[in-house]
Nanobody, 119 residues
Framework: QVQLVESGGGLVQPGGSLRLSCAAS????????MGWFRQVPGKERESVGN????????TYPASLKGRFAISRDAAMNTIYLEMNNLKPEDTARYYC????????????WGQGTQVTVSS
């Protein structure tokens, strides 16, 4: 059973940085794509970016490219979301997700971690 546990959320001032972690367990992930998503109550969930576990290749929405970066530590079975120059509109609950790379949808989700950007 795949389990994903996010951590690292909290309150940060505008312009600040935060790094979220997602600890993955339950199976080898070499053929998986991992993703970060965020959601604000009342709004649709949006993708923050993906990373291919085997190669480390990353993709991001154009609106976030340059401020957000995803990485992985294969030895620790952990992926990270580094967020810089945070803005109040980045406030959301952030979720880690996993899917077999060839599948169109993410099958596994963590519980999420809250990020609040406010002065």
């Amino acid at each position: 059973q795949v389990q994903l546990v996010e951590s690292g959320g909290g309150l940060v001032q505008p312009g600040g940085s935060l790094r979220l972690s997602c600890a993955a367990s339950g199976r080898p992930f070499s053929d998986y794509t991992m993703g970060w998503f965020r959601q604000v109550p009342g709004k649709e969930r949006e993708s923050v970016g993906n990373i291919a576990w085997s190669t480390g290749f990353t993709t991001y929405p154009a609106s976030l490219k340059g401020r957000f970066a995803i990485s992985r530590d294969a030895a620790m079975n952990t992926i990270y979301l580094e967020m810089n120059n945070l803005k109040p509109e980045d406030t959301a609950r952030y979720y880690c997700a996993a899917k077999v790379a060839v599948r169109p949808v993410f099958d596994y989700w963590g519980q999420g971690t809250q990020v609040t950007v406010s002065s």
